[in-house]
């Protein structure tokens, strides 16, 4: 079994920072690609930012220059660094990790969620 568990969200007024983290635990061989995605009330699930295992960067365009996406392979962490941020960030923010189970399989995992809200 492969689970993630984010950590990190909470209240914070427009133009301040958070940071996210997220860790991976369970039994599997390696975790490839970590990511972020956000959903807001009354909206679908969305794309926020993405970091595979040697490094490699995607964000948003809505996010691009604002947040910052790294990861801690020996930890199994992701970590997003979410600056400037704007009442429009206000959303519930996911972690997806993909997982190399122990069969070799790959697995994609989504965890609880952290909210995140943006004060105007």
């Known amino acids: 079994q492969v689970q993630v568990v984010e950590s990190g969200g909470g209240l914070v007024q427009a133009g301040?920072?958070?940071?996210?983290?997220?860790a991976a635990s369970g039994s599997f061989i390696s975790i490839n690609v970590m990511g972020w995605y956000r959903q807001a009330p009354g909206k679908q699930r969305e794309f926020v930012a993405s970091i595979?295992?040697?490094g490699s960067t995607n964000f948003a365009d809505s996010?691009?220059?604002?947040?910052?996406?790294?990861r801690d392979n020996a930890k199994?962490?992701?970590y997003l660094q979410m600056?400037?941020?704007k009442p429009?960030?206000?959303?519930?923010y996911y972690c997806n990790a993909g997982a190399f189970k122990l069969d070799y399989r790959y697995l994609e995992v989504w965890g609880?969620?952290?909210l995140v809200t943006v004060s105007s």
């Open 88 to 92: 429009e960030d206000t959303a519930v």
């Open 16 to 22: 301040g920072s958070l940071r996210l983290s997220c």
């Open 112 to 114: 609880q969620g952290t």
């Open 63 to 70: 996010v691009k220059a604002r947040f910052a996406i790294s």
């Open 52 to 54: 595979a295992r040697g």
């Open 76 to 78: 199994n962490t992701v």
């Open 83 to 85: 600056n400037s941020l």
